[in-house]
């Protein structure tokens, strides 16, 4: 990851910004919203993307101690990200995030659960926790 900061600072204009946007691991809720109510059905275990998370802040602040970039601001958002079922939830997660976020089969079961029986017009959702940071190229 360091390799990548270089290269991004090699090609960014002097002075210019970097973003840092990424989930952190944080055992995703899973919610069914039902007349705009969200109902628990479980956890994404993301625990397999923790290191991950670690390995990008330690790459972050090897190359602020390199000099390459400096933090002007940092926070964090919750973000909520929708399906019309589980199954579609599902088959996103592990398309995108496997194997670094996993739906449990006993979670999968209650959302479906949950869904039918809510009946039509809901939706499942995940909460992820997101974090963001600027950096200046410094020159």
Aim: proline share 6%; no cysteine; net charge negative.
């Amino acid at each position: 990851m360091v390799h990548a900061l270089r290269e991004i600072w090699r090609v960014l204009a002097p002075g210019g910004t970097l973003i840092d946007l990424r989930p952190l691991s944080a055992r995703w809720p899973v919610e069914v919203v039902v007349n705009r109510q969200a109902i628990g059905a479980g956890l994404v275990d993301d625990s397999p993307g923790a290191p991950l998370d670690t390995a990008a802040n330690e790459s972050l602040e090897q190359a602020a101690r390199e000099g390459l970039f400096s933090r002007e601001r940092e926070g964090s958002f919750k973000y909520l990200w929708y399906w019309d079922t589980p199954d579609e939830m599902k088959a996103y997660l592990e398309e995108n995030w496997a194997p670094d976020a996993i739906l449990p089969d006993e979670v999968l079961a209650e959302a479906r659960r949950l869904m039918s029986k809510a009946g039509e017009g809901n939706r499942v959702r995940v909460r992820l926790h997101m974090t963001i940071s600027r950096w200046r190229k410094q020159v």
